[in-house]
């Protein structure tokens, strides 16, 4: 309700300086998310940190600040109302060890067997499961649009992993391994938690995703445990840009611009994130990236695109059907 007064209360020159400012404000959200994957792939392949032990760090750090923003922001007892019922909790346990935990891991997992690039990109193909698994559910079949989305996504997977020369790849097989994991993680990571985002909000649920899935691998890997090749302050600094401006800042900027535009939009504009790794990752990192795997990744976008600009109403069916 909030929002509709506020709305009204605005002129168009308001309303228009108003959208720009959450265009930037997602452009801004996706370049900082792809460029700290840049940021993990330095601090795997020339610093010595070790993929666990980051991804414990960004977790956990991330998740109790979220958590103590939302209690800030709230009652002070918000926090906690979604571990009463015995249903949620299992729920949140699941999205926190299987969605938060296996997207952020089989992402940076892929970044420290091959490069940023190349693990943004085949992350980005989330979307494309999301769609097959709906499709397959409600058993309907691809429109034209979306049979093409189907037919680029393969064909920028085979031309972004092989540089178009068949039985040879651009990284270790692992990597892609990695990099399509993180795709179906991300998959379930975006479907699973729509029930305890409706009733919780993205503050409560993301956070407490992240410490349950930081305390789970830290079980694995505890945070005392740091391997590391030398410590400076470049070390600390970027494993601090990881957790502050490659996680908690960005996802304040991408959650915050839905006040401005809309969920469609914001999917669109968030495709800087991959653009922003492949740049940072080749200028900074020096990672080869030729024109045939330039191609495959552009076919990767505009697979996003195309399922990401359904209508409104297309999505809203989707969701409720499935």
């Known amino acids: 309700m909030r929002k509709v007064e506020f709305a009204l209360s605005v ?9 720009y400012k959450g265009i930037a404000m997602v452009i801004l959200a996706a370049s900082l998310w792809g460029l700290s994957g840049t940021v993990a792939q330095f601090l795997f392949q020339q610093q010595g940190i070790d993929v666990n032990w980051l991804v414990t760090v960004r977790l956990v750090v991330s998740g109790v600040l979220l958590l103590l923003f939302a209690a800030w922001r709230g009652t002070g007892e918000d ?4 571990w009463r019922e015995r249903t949620t909790r299992m729920r949140l346990i699941i999205f926190g060890l299987v969605g938060m935990l296996g997207v952020q891991y089989t992402y940076f997992a892929a970044i420290e ?45 085979f031309l972004l992993v092989t540089n178009g020369k068949i039985g040879q790849l651009t990284v270790p097989g692992i990597a892609v391994l990695w990099g399509v994991a993180s795709a179906l993680a991300l998959a379930f990571y975006t479907l699973y938690p729509a029930k305890l985002l409706e009733r919780f909000g993205s503050a409560v649920t993301v956070g407490w995703g992240m410490v349950i899935g ?33 996680t908690l800042l960005p996802f304040f900027l991408y959650l915050d611009s839905l006040r401005f535009i809309k969920p469609t939009e914001t999917s669109l504009l968030a495709s800087a994130e991959p653009l922003a790794a492949a740049v940072s990752s080749i200028i900074w990192m020096k990672t080869p990236f030729g024109p045939i795997q330039a191609v495959g990744g552009l076919f990767i976008m505009v697979t996003v695109i195309i399922l990401s600009a359904r209508t409104e109403g297309e999505v809203q069916k989707d969701e409720l059907n499935a």
């Not at 002129?11 to 959208?19: I, N, P, Q």
């Not at 090749?229 to 957790?243: K, N, Q, R």
């Open 79 to 82: 926090i906690w109302v979604v």
């Open 113 to 157: 067997a091959g490069n940023a690039a190349m693990a943004t990109l085949l992350q980005y193909l989330g979307p494309f499961f999301i769609f097959v698994y709906v499709a397959l559910r409600l058993f309907r079949l691809p429109s034209q649009a979306e049979s093409m989305a189907l037919i680029l996504a393969i064909a920028g997977i």
């Open 214 to 246: 930081g305390v789970g691998i830290g079980l694995l890997k505890p945070v005392w445990h740091v391997s590391v090749g030398e410590w400076s302050l470049m070390t600390v600094g970027m494993i601090l840009f990881v957790i502050f401006f490659g």
């Open 11 to 19: 002129d168009v020159t308001s309303g228009t300086w108003l959208r």
